[in-house]
């Protein structure tokens, strides 16, 4: 399947390397001599408790908090990033197990204006 949006989030089925579309040429991206799989965001009601990204105003910041029970962060099973979509950017915030998934971005913006996406390395990308 060729590339055909910004912002597309591909994964490799062998070795577990991301890829983030950032410019789309119409190729078809592989990795380790196959395709990549495109993941397409989420949203269902099991297991949207510990997925959905939340998305909060704090003063200047945007906080986005994974899931309204805290995701387990171990080392099979986390929380590898969390994306912010405002309008027509895009900010990222990377996690490792141990840490808490929470992220906050000094953007300034509404939250009604916001987007977040997670990915979950056990069951893949979350949307608010």
């Given amino acids: 399947m060729a590339v055909s949006e910004v912002f597309q989030i591909y994964r490799c089925n062998v070795c577990g390397n991301i890829v983030v579309v950032t410019a789309v040429g119409g190729g078809e991206l592989s990795c380790c001599g196959q395709a990549m799989e495109l993941l397409e965001p989420r949203q269902l009601e099991e297991g949207g408790v510990k997925h959905i990204p939340i998305i909060k105003k704090e003063g200047d910041k945007i906080v986005v908090e994974v899931g309204e029970v805290t995701h387990p962060m171990e080392d099979e099973h986390y929380i590898a990033f969390v994306e912010l979509k405002v309008n027509d950017k895009?900010?990222?915030a990377t996690f490792k197990p141990g840490d808490e998934p929470k992220a906050e971005f000094d953007v300034c913006a509404d939250?009604?204006?916001?987007?977040?996406?997670?990915?979950?390395?056990?069951?893949?990308?979350?949307n608010s």
Avoid at 111 to 126: F, N, P, R, S
């Fill in 90 to 92: 895009s900010y990222f």
């Fill in 111 to 126: 939250v009604a204006d916001c987007e977040a996406i997670e990915y979950c390395t056990v069951h893949g990308l979350w």
